[in-house]
């Protein structure tokens, strides 16, 4: 049974800093691509950043770049996201979501398994 479990979230201060994780567990971790995606009251859901199954390829929206890094740990099964300078749009919801085989990328269709969330708040 495949498990995303998220953890990490929490309120903050603009400019502050929160570093989410996402541990995986019933399927074969590191043979698939891995992906961040957040969700804001009344927004469509949007994915923030995504990395390749060796962990040596990412792709970040615009929003976040420069500000967000996306890694992963395949001896851990854990996934990451160290979120920097964080603004008051950054709050949301944020999913960690695994991809069909073989995918890369911030479509959302592409992924088919998802966790069930952790919120971030941001405050100015």
Partial sequence: QVQLVESGGGSVQAGGSLRLSC?????????????????????????????????????????????????????????YLQMNSLKLDDTAMYYCATARGGLFGLTENDYNYWGQGTQVTVSS
């Fill in 23 to 79: 541990a995986a567990s019933g399927y074969s971790y590191s043979y698939y691509s891995m992906a961040w995606f957040r969700q804001a009251p009344g927004k469509e859901r949007e994915g923030v950043a995504c990395i390749t199954p060796n962990g040596r390829t990412m792709a970040y929206a615009d929003s976040v770049k420069g500000r967000f890094t996306i890694s992963r740990d395949n001896a851990k099964n854990t996934l």
